[in-house]
């Protein structure tokens, strides 16, 4: 079995491409949580949610999106602040102190 970090790799380079290379990977944080996920038919479904959350850095910012992203932009951590971001994201990122 591969160490945490290659596994982190490889599903990094599938959702931002080959070309931006990670030097680093830290865990952060770890929380859980129960959401209610609603289908694109209305139908709900309660799920159990598991969060790993690394730190990692780059030697570059080479980054390509692959198609499961509807929306990208690039913002201030100011500007964050006042996005209609999800609950998930928005409490990392305070607990982060990024907003």
Known sequence: ???ASNQLRREIREELGDALEIME???WAFR???????????TTEEIYMIYLIFD???ANRDITFNEEFQEIAWVSSEAMKDMDLNEATRITFTKKGVI
């Open 1 to 3: 079995m591969a160490p």
């Open 25 to 27: 990977v830290k865990p």
């Open 32 to 42: 859980d949580d129960v959401r209610v996920k609603t289908y694109s038919d209305g």
């Open 56 to 58: 990692c850095i780059s």
